[in-house]
């Protein structure tokens, strides 16, 4: 991909740490059948490490990294796995209103999903292992240019995949894909070409301590995922009956809208700040997983083995973090 050792070593860490958090972490993709990872490897891998260098290629910061994580989520779930309107596909059409053929809570849940989990989360944790690279381009144009052919190629595998074994009476409508397409490209130009003219200084001020960031994003993340995502045997979300599920998807809505504005407000920010929020979603949202993704004891177990190893991670990097505090960090506040 490059040729300085450090910047291959940060791509492909990104490349396994992006599908590692989006799946494996959650339980969607159990220990016993973590060879359906190998799946989701291209496509998340190729795709978060694409995003990464164009966003940092052209000065973008957070803001335009989860408006590119809008547009995979698009991508993946709109028209790879069509997943975003499918009637049959995941039941994802029972979870509660449908609008214009729009599995309406399942969209809401896995944009913001996507955008957070599998592109915002891995890119921050990778950055923060190589944070001596900063924000500097991990590849050279050609190895850009691959990884955008690889991370094609992986959308047109889960196409071919999954939507044939899981629904395969159903098609894309075609102009279905159009408007998907076209929400993509006006994405990527605002987070590409709009967002990093809007850069702002830092805000001043002392932020939170870690812990409170950590359990602020926590709570939200459990909370998000448990108004959207319908578990413990519900039929549709947060156990009310389909008319009312509009009521937990707007309280989730404000939520998202809160602890981000919340988030945005907060200045001073250093990494161990950053890992700390971090560490809080992806925690809660491995603890979700338990309560929703584990069936069997089989399931519960690996997911638990996932979990140690990965607050095991998180507490080597935090020492890394504590150790180096004396090291001017590259990004001491996520840039909007």
Not at 106 to 113: A, D, F, S
Not at 208 to 231: D, I, M, R, T
Request: net charge positive; proline share 8%; glycine share 8%.
């Amino acid at each position: 991909m490059t040729s300085q050792p450090r910047s291959r070593r940060a791509a492909w860490t990104l490349v396994l740490v992006a599908p590692a958090v989006a799946e494996l972490t959650l339980g969607t993709v159990p220990v016993r059948m973590i060879w359906l990872v190998l799946l989701y490897v291209p496509i998340y891998g190729a795709g978060v490490l694409l995003i990464r260098e164009l966003v940092r290629r052209l000065g973008g910061g957070w803001s335009s990294v989860l408006a590119m994580g809008l547009v995979y989520g698009l991508v993946e779930e709109g028209l790879a796995l069509q997943s975003l309107t499918s009637p049959h596909l995941y039941d994802a059409a029972d979870w509660g209103p449908r609008p214009f053929g729009i599995n309406a809570p399942y969209t809401e849940l896995n944009l913001p999903y996507h955008a957070v989990f599998s592109v915002l989360v891995p890119i921050a944790l990778v950055e923060l292992v190589f944070r001596r690279h900063g924000r500097a381009p991990y590849l050279r144009r050609g190895g850009v240019i691959i990884t955008g052919v690889v991370a094609a190629v992986g959308a047109g595998l889960l196409r071919v995949s999954v939507p044939p074994s899981e629904d395969p009476h159903y098609t894309l409508p075609g102009d279905t894909a159009l408007i998907i397409l076209a929400l993509c490209a006006v994405l990527a130009f605002v987070a590409l070409a709009v967002l990093p003219r809007l850069r702002r200084p830092p805000l001043p001020g002392v932020p939170p301590a870690p812990w409170k960031l950590g359990a602020v994003c926590g709570l939200a993340s459990f909370a998000f995922l448990a108004l959207l995502f319908p578990f413990a045997g519900a039929d549709h979300s947060a156990f009310v009956p389909r008319a009312w599920v509009p009521v937990p998807m707007a309280a989730a809505a404000l939520l998202a809208a809160g602890t981000a504005f919340y988030l945005a407000r907060t200045g001073g920010w250093t990494d161990r700040h950053r890992l700390a929020a971090i560490s809080g979603a992806l925690v809660a949202h491995t603890a979700f997983g338990f309560v929703a993704n584990t069936d069997n004891v089989p399931d519960a177990v690996g997911l638990a083995v996932i979990a140690a190893v990965m607050v095991y991670l998180l507490y080597a990097l935090a020492r890394r973090l504590r150790a180096d505090a004396g090291v001017p960090a590259h990004a001491t506040r996520a840039t909007l």
